[in-house]
Protein backbone atom coordinates (compact mmCIF):
# COMPACT_ATOMS: atom_id res chain seq x y z
CA UNK A 1 0.00 0.00 0.00
CA UNK A 2 0.95 3.18 -0.69
CA UNK A 3 3.07 5.11 2.12
CA UNK A 4 3.54 1.92 4.57
CA UNK A 5 5.64 -1.08 3.47
CA UNK A 6 6.01 -4.23 5.84
CA UNK A 7 9.05 -6.85 5.70
CA UNK A 8 9.25 -9.18 5.03
CA UNK A 9 6.34 -10.42 3.50
CA UNK A 10 6.57 -14.04 4.42
CA UNK A 11 8.99 -15.80 7.07
CA UNK A 12 9.33 -19.23 8.52
CA UNK A 13 10.84 -19.52 11.54
CA UNK A 14 12.06 -22.15 14.31
CA UNK A 15 10.47 -21.94 17.41
CA UNK A 16 12.51 -20.69 20.21
CA UNK A 17 14.71 -18.26 17.42
CA UNK A 18 14.06 -14.27 17.74
CA UNK A 19 11.97 -12.47 14.90
CA UNK A 20 11.40 -8.84 13.94
CA UNK A 21 9.11 -7.39 11.52
CA UNK A 22 9.84 -4.01 10.42
CA UNK A 23 7.12 -1.44 9.37
CA UNK A 24 8.40 1.65 7.22
CA UNK A 25 5.91 4.54 6.55
CA UNK A 26 6.67 7.86 4.51
CA UNK A 27 3.33 9.25 5.80
CA UNK A 28 5.51 11.70 8.81
CA UNK A 29 1.92 9.61 10.44
CA UNK A 30 2.27 10.41 14.75
CA UNK A 31 0.18 6.93 15.12
CA UNK A 32 1.53 3.56 14.17
CA UNK A 33 0.03 0.23 15.06
CA UNK A 34 1.02 -3.67 15.26
CA UNK A 35 -2.27 -6.29 14.55
CA UNK A 36 -1.91 -9.85 14.46
CA UNK A 37 -4.63 -11.70 12.18
CA UNK A 38 -6.23 -14.96 12.77
CA UNK A 39 -9.28 -16.93 11.83
CA UNK A 40 -11.71 -16.59 14.16
CA UNK A 41 -10.63 -13.49 16.09
CA UNK A 42 -10.56 -10.64 13.36
CA UNK A 43 -7.37 -7.97 13.88
CA UNK A 44 -6.47 -8.19 17.66
CA UNK A 45 -3.90 -4.98 18.66
CA UNK A 46 -0.44 -6.21 19.41
CA UNK A 47 1.37 -2.97 20.50
CA UNK A 48 1.19 0.56 19.41
CA UNK A 49 2.89 4.01 19.46
CA UNK A 50 2.35 7.63 19.45
CA UNK A 51 5.07 9.05 18.65
CA UNK A 52 9.26 8.68 18.83
CA UNK A 53 9.87 6.12 21.60
CA UNK A 54 6.31 6.43 22.86
CA UNK A 55 4.87 2.68 22.65
CA UNK A 56 2.20 1.08 24.90
CA UNK A 57 0.20 -2.41 24.91
CA UNK A 58 -2.41 -3.52 23.09
CA UNK A 59 -4.54 -6.94 23.95
CA UNK A 60 -2.11 -9.65 23.12
CA UNK A 61 0.96 -7.98 23.73
CA UNK A 62 2.60 -10.82 25.91
CA UNK A 63 5.88 -12.42 23.57
CA UNK A 64 6.16 -9.13 21.68
CA UNK A 65 8.16 -5.86 22.29
CA UNK A 66 8.01 -2.82 19.76
CA UNK A 67 10.97 0.03 19.46
CA UNK A 68 10.41 3.39 17.41
CA UNK A 69 13.36 5.61 17.01
CA UNK A 70 12.23 7.02 14.00
CA UNK A 71 8.79 8.59 13.04
CA UNK A 72 9.19 6.28 10.00
CA UNK A 73 9.88 2.82 11.33
CA UNK A 74 8.26 0.73 14.22
CA UNK A 75 9.62 -2.53 14.28
CA UNK A 76 8.17 -5.12 16.18
CA UNK A 77 9.92 -8.57 18.08
CA UNK A 78 9.05 -11.71 18.63
CA UNK A 79 11.80 -12.43 22.01
CA UNK A 80 11.65 -16.33 21.67
CA UNK A 81 8.72 -17.23 18.79
CA UNK A 82 6.19 -19.83 19.66
CA UNK A 83 3.71 -21.63 17.39
CA UNK A 84 0.95 -19.52 18.42
CA UNK A 85 2.65 -16.92 17.45
CA UNK A 86 2.28 -18.17 13.69
CA UNK A 87 -0.57 -15.44 12.43
CA UNK A 88 -0.63 -12.79 9.60
CA UNK A 89 0.74 -9.44 11.28
CA UNK A 90 -0.52 -6.23 9.48
CA UNK A 91 1.28 -2.71 10.56
CA UNK A 92 -1.06 0.33 10.26
CA UNK A 93 -0.48 4.11 10.16
CA UNK A 94 -2.78 7.04 11.36
CA UNK A 95 -2.50 10.74 11.51
CA UNK A 96 -4.64 10.83 14.25
CA UNK A 97 -7.09 13.58 15.61
CA UNK A 98 -6.98 17.11 14.57
CA UNK A 99 -7.67 16.68 10.99
CA UNK A 100 -10.99 14.69 11.23
CA UNK A 101 -9.15 11.57 9.30
CA UNK A 102 -9.21 8.97 11.52
CA UNK A 103 -8.82 6.05 8.90
CA UNK A 104 -5.93 3.08 8.86
CA UNK A 105 -3.71 2.94 6.37
CA UNK A 106 -2.43 -0.89 6.76
CA UNK A 107 0.45 -2.52 5.33
CA UNK A 108 0.26 -5.61 2.92
CA UNK A 109 1.44 -7.64 5.94
CA UNK A 110 3.50 -10.56 6.93
CA UNK A 111 2.88 -14.30 6.54
CA UNK A 112 4.93 -15.75 9.90
CA UNK A 113 5.15 -18.98 10.27
CA UNK A 114 6.70 -20.87 13.64
CA UNK A 115 7.21 -24.33 12.86
CA UNK B 1 -16.30 -3.76 27.03
CA UNK B 2 -13.50 -3.37 24.94
CA UNK B 3 -15.41 -6.24 22.22
CA UNK B 4 -17.12 -5.53 19.08
CA UNK B 5 -19.55 -8.26 18.21
CA UNK B 6 -20.07 -9.03 14.61
CA UNK B 7 -22.01 -11.38 12.82
CA UNK B 8 -22.91 -13.00 10.82
CA UNK B 9 -19.63 -15.23 10.37
CA UNK B 10 -20.08 -15.60 6.40
CA UNK B 11 -22.53 -14.45 4.12
CA UNK B 12 -23.46 -15.64 1.04
CA UNK B 13 -25.93 -13.39 -1.56
CA UNK B 14 -26.86 -13.33 -4.78
CA UNK B 15 -25.90 -10.53 -7.77
CA UNK B 16 -27.86 -7.64 -7.24
CA UNK B 17 -28.84 -8.12 -3.62
CA UNK B 18 -28.78 -6.71 -0.55
CA UNK B 19 -25.32 -7.60 1.96
CA UNK B 20 -26.36 -6.61 5.47
CA UNK B 21 -23.52 -7.06 8.07
CA UNK B 22 -24.20 -6.12 11.59
CA UNK B 23 -21.87 -5.17 14.93
CA UNK B 24 -23.25 -4.28 18.20
CA UNK B 25 -20.56 -2.93 21.18
CA UNK B 26 -20.91 -2.50 24.86
CA UNK B 27 -18.49 0.54 25.66
CA UNK B 28 -20.72 4.06 25.64
CA UNK B 29 -17.32 5.64 24.91
CA UNK B 30 -16.46 4.60 21.50
CA UNK B 31 -17.58 7.79 18.96
CA UNK B 32 -15.70 6.33 15.63
CA UNK B 33 -16.71 3.05 13.88
CA UNK B 34 -15.14 2.15 10.30
CA UNK B 35 -15.63 -0.75 8.24
CA UNK B 36 -12.94 -2.34 6.23
CA UNK B 37 -12.69 -4.53 3.59
CA UNK B 38 -10.15 -6.89 2.73
CA UNK B 39 -9.68 -9.06 -0.19
CA UNK B 40 -7.41 -12.28 0.11
CA UNK B 41 -3.60 -11.47 0.76
CA UNK B 42 -4.00 -8.21 1.08
CA UNK B 43 -4.64 -5.64 3.96
CA UNK B 44 -7.75 -4.25 5.27
CA UNK B 45 -8.78 -0.67 3.58
CA UNK B 46 -11.11 1.53 5.05
CA UNK B 47 -14.42 1.08 3.49
CA UNK B 48 -16.92 3.93 5.28
CA UNK B 49 -16.73 5.40 8.60
CA UNK B 50 -19.46 6.83 11.13
CA UNK B 51 -19.66 8.98 13.83
CA UNK B 52 -22.29 9.01 16.31
CA UNK B 53 -23.82 12.06 15.57
CA UNK B 54 -25.77 10.87 12.59
CA UNK B 55 -27.61 7.67 11.98
CA UNK B 56 -26.77 6.90 8.55
CA UNK B 57 -24.25 7.53 6.10
CA UNK B 58 -24.44 6.37 2.38
CA UNK B 59 -21.42 6.49 0.43
CA UNK B 60 -21.87 5.05 -3.12
CA UNK B 61 -23.83 1.10 -2.81
CA UNK B 62 -22.45 1.25 0.75
CA UNK B 63 -24.62 2.65 3.76
CA UNK B 64 -23.88 2.45 7.59
CA UNK B 65 -26.73 2.82 9.77
CA UNK B 66 -26.18 3.40 13.36
CA UNK B 67 -27.94 3.31 16.65
CA UNK B 68 -26.54 5.15 19.89
CA UNK B 69 -29.68 3.46 21.84
CA UNK B 70 -28.71 0.43 21.21
CA UNK B 71 -25.27 0.24 20.18
CA UNK B 72 -25.15 -1.56 17.05
CA UNK B 73 -24.31 -0.01 13.57
CA UNK B 74 -24.79 -2.17 10.68
CA UNK B 75 -23.49 -2.09 6.92
CA UNK B 76 -25.61 -2.41 3.85
CA UNK B 77 -24.18 -3.03 0.74
CA UNK B 78 -26.92 -2.36 -2.15
CA UNK B 79 -26.85 -4.10 -5.65
CA UNK B 80 -23.93 -6.49 -4.12
CA UNK B 81 -21.52 -7.55 -6.78
CA UNK B 82 -18.91 -10.16 -7.41
CA UNK B 83 -16.17 -7.80 -6.99
CA UNK B 84 -17.43 -7.24 -3.59
CA UNK B 85 -16.60 -10.52 -2.38
CA UNK B 86 -13.83 -10.19 0.70
CA UNK B 87 -14.03 -10.03 4.29
CA UNK B 88 -15.66 -7.10 6.01
CA UNK B 89 -14.28 -5.74 9.69
CA UNK B 90 -16.09 -3.51 12.15
CA UNK B 91 -14.30 -1.80 14.36
CA UNK B 92 -14.62 1.10 17.38
CA UNK B 93 -12.35 3.52 19.04
CA UNK B 94 -12.22 6.34 21.00
CA UNK B 95 -10.75 9.11 19.16
CA UNK B 96 -9.80 11.72 21.69
CA UNK B 97 -7.27 9.03 22.73
CA UNK B 98 -5.16 6.79 20.56
CA UNK B 99 -7.40 6.07 18.41
CA UNK B 100 -7.04 2.35 18.92
CA UNK B 101 -9.25 0.19 16.73
CA UNK B 102 -10.73 -2.81 18.23
CA UNK B 103 -12.12 -4.96 15.38
CA UNK B 104 -15.15 -7.54 15.22
CA UNK B 105 -14.10 -10.76 14.15
CA UNK B 106 -15.27 -10.31 10.44
CA UNK B 107 -17.37 -11.56 7.79
CA UNK B 108 -16.38 -13.03 4.72
CA UNK B 109 -19.10 -12.22 1.73
CA UNK B 110 -19.23 -14.27 -1.28
CA UNK B 111 -21.57 -12.70 -3.94
CA UNK B 112 -22.58 -15.31 -6.48
CA UNK B 113 -23.23 -14.25 -10.19
Known amino acids: DAGITQSPRHKVTETGTPVTLRCHQT?????MYWYRQDPGHGLRLIHY???????DKGEVSDGYSVSRSKTEDFLLTLESATSSQTSVYFC??????????????FGSGTRLTVV | QQQVKQSPQSLIVQKGGISIINCAYE??????FPWYQQFPGKGPALLIAIRPDVSEKKEGRFTISFNKSAKQFSLHIMDSQPGDSATYFCAASIVGATNKLIFGTGTLLAVQP
Open chain 1, 27 to 31: ENHRY
Open chain 1, 92 to 105: AISGGQGNGNYGYT
Open chain 1, 49 to 55: SYGVKDT
Open chain 2, 27 to 32: NTAFDY
